[in-house]
């Protein structure tokens, strides 16, 4: 997880998806199944837009891009590569300005495509609010201000006249999904249908995750970039939720080990200290049911939550640090 500019753009969307009326204003569209960092196969790998919804009288796609600098060579190339590869879509860019030789650019990649293109100007206030939110506010505590971006006078606005809109032709049916492993498909999504909704304040949780018919164990960055949640339905005939700490943050591993008694107290004395890998894991037998399982895995990730994460986002800034239900 990026704790710089990424995640300003990252909150920025998080704010549109929670005030969704903001955007549909903007655009003129009324929006349904908005998703956050919905990724995409058959593209450069890691392909990802910022926010994807339906329009939701045709059934079109509609896609965003955030970007909170001046419109920049690699959202072009991605935008670019994106208009290669879709028939039918719209395409929202938005930014607090952008060059012109880039809207040339877009606006001929479109052209005779049954695609429109939407350029948004974001204003200054509502890219502020994302950097303030980002840096001076815990990543536990940011969903509790998204509403703010409301309090914005005219935090959107669309750019007409370079803007490309018209009638797109038909209706578009839902793409059907790939899915090689149903019953896997349906157990990790119900497990993410249950963490987004229990914890809409934990940011990866609210990004969309991919190939979750494939894999037993679900992963989500929880701090530092080389810090993981894993947390898995059924793995083995186990049920788990893993904090991993890689090489860059063993440090981290061994400050909280310090506090292994503690932990336990408000955790679980099933928790487990793996020194020689360093992680901490808590599972138990998956039950027959996957919701009785996950009914055991949600407040065992809230506490594992909240217990580690003044030290796994903020090792190095205490003056961060907030008290939570279960803070270690």
């Known amino acids: 997880m990026s704790m710089n500019g990424t995640e300003n753009e990252f909150i920025m969307s998080f704010g549109l998806k929670e005030n969704k009326g903001i955007?549909?204003?903007?655009?003129?569209?009324e929006?349904?199944?908005?998703?956050?960092?919905?990724?995409?196969e058959?593209?450069?790998?890691?392909?990802?837009?910022?926010i994807y919804a339906l329009e939701k009288n045709s059934n079109i796609p509609v896609y965003v891009e955030n970007i909170l600098t001046v419109s920049d060579g690699p959202h072009q190339t991605k935008l670019?590569?994106?208009?290669d590869n879709i028939e039918t879509g719209i395409i929202v860019y938005q930014a607090p300005d952008f060059l012109k030789m880039h809207v040339i650019e877009l606006r001929e990649a479109v052209k005779g495509k049954n695609i429109n293109l939407y350029f948004v100007k974001i204003n200054k206030s509502a890219i502020d609010l994302s950097k303030i939110l980002n840096s001076k506010v815990h990543k536990l505590l940011v969903y509790n201000h998204l509403n703010m971006f409301n309090n914005i006078q005219n935090p959107l606005e669309l750019l007409t006249e370079i803007s490309i809109i018209k009638p797109l032709k038909g209706k578009i049916e839902p793409m059907e999904e790939n899915i090689e492993n149903m019953e896997r498909?349906?157990?990790?999504?119900?497990?993410?249908?249950?963490?987004?909704?229990t914890f809409p304040y934990f940011f990866s949780f609210q990004r969309e995750k991919s190939n979750i018919d494939k894999i037993p164990t679900l992963r989500f960055g929880a701090g530092k970039a080389d810090i993981n949640l894993y947390?898995?339905?059924?793995?083995?005939?186990?049920?788990?939720?893993?904090l991993s700490f890689a090489k860059k943050s063993k440090k981290i591993f061994h400050i909280i080990k310090e506090k292994e008694e503690r932990a336990k107290k408000l955790i679980?004395?099933?928790?487990?200290?793996?020194?020689n890998k360093h992680k901490i894991i808590y599972r138990f037998k998956a039950r027959k049911s996957v919701v009785e399982t996950v009914d055991i895995l949600i407040p065992?990730?809230?506490?594992?939550?909240?217990?580690f994460s003044n030290y796994t986002y903020y090792p190095d800034e205490p003056e961060m640090w907030e008290e939570f239900d279960y803070s270690l």
């Open 268 to 275: 679980g004395n099933e928790l487990e200290f793996v020194n």
């Open 185 to 197: 498909y349906l157990k990790n999504t119900y497990l993410i249908d249950r963490l987004r909704s």
């Open 80 to 83: 670019l590569e994106f208009i």
């Open 231 to 242: 947390i898995s339905v059924e793995s083995k005939n186990w049920a788990f939720v893993e």
């Open 31 to 40: 929006l349904v199944e908005v998703k956050l960092e919905k990724k995409y």
């Open 300 to 307: 065992i990730a809230e506490k594992f939550i909240q217990a």
């Open 23 to 29: 955007l549909e204003k903007v655009l003129g569209l």
């Open 42 to 50: 058959g593209f450069q790998k890691n392909f990802m837009i910022d």
